[in-house]
């Protein structure tokens, strides 16, 4: 039973693509969050959602969209895909967005643009 | 703003001694500070974290950590290291409400047999 998955798992495409990266958590948890994390291994925030909501956009391109249809599921769609956005995105979550508790992490979507 | 300073890039210790990975943060308000690890090709998984109470809090894989708010710090220890000790860490902090965890670099500990 995967708490928070990921898919794909792998993801190479050619710039100027539109791709999507679907996660679900089964953990019942409210807060849901995308993370990018860079070659040097750098993990940063790009968005968190709460029930369904947009709480934070770090300052993310508007090629980026994410999209929660439910507070189970955060997808994350990128269009007119570039060199730099190669990386490795995680989605997590957590019960809250009160901090007080940990966040648990989906393995991982590594994106290659080439 | 929340950050996190991970001063060491890298940790090298002999298998069977103490281990220490340094954390210092920077908050405005309590601090709600976390430990992850890292395997290659793998997703994060929760070590140990602080939230209120005792300075000392223990985690999975006999690992441990110590809450010092006068040094703003939040170093992870594990008194023998093991090989399979060998990844990367992260510490994280994040405050109330701020809907956020703000992770260090990162610090690569080998453990050398």
């Known amino acids: 039973d995967t708490a928070v998955s990921q898919t794909p798992k792998y993801l190479v495409t050619q710039m100027g693509n539109d791709k999507s990266i679907k996660c679900e958590q089964n953990?019942?948890?409210?807060?849901m969050y995308w993370y990018k994390q860079d070659s040097k291994k750098f993990l940063k925030i790009m968005f968190s959602y709460n029930n369904k909501e947009l709480i934070i956009n770090e300052t993310v391109p508007n090629r980026f969209s994410p999209k929660s249809p439910d507070k189970a599921h955060l997808n994350l769609h990128i269009n007119s895909l570039e060199l730099g956005d190669s990386a490795v995105y995680f989605c997590a979550s957590s019960p809250t967005g009160t901090g007080n508790t940990e966040a648990f992490f989906g393995q991982g979507t590594r994106l290659t643009v080439v | 703003a929340q950050s996190v300073a991970q001063p060491e890039d890298q940790v090298n210790v002999a298998e069977g001694n103490p281990l220490t990975v340094k954390c210092t943060y920077s908050?405005?308000?309590?601090?709600?500070l976390f430990w992850y690890v890292q395997y290659p090709n793998r997703g994060l998984q929760f070590l140990l974290k602080y939230i209120t109470g005792d300075n000392l809090v223990k985690g999975s894989y006999g690992f441990e950590a110590e809450f010092n708010k006068s040094q703003t710090s939040f170093h992870l220890k594990k008194p023998s290291a093991l090989v399979s000790d060998s990844a990367l860490y992260f510490c994280a902090v994040t405050t109330s409400g701020t809907y956020k965890y703000i992770f260090g670099t990162g610090t690569r500990l080998k453990v050398l047999a």
């Open positions: 908050v405005s308000g309590n601090p709600y």
């Open positions: 953990l019942g948890h409210d807060t």
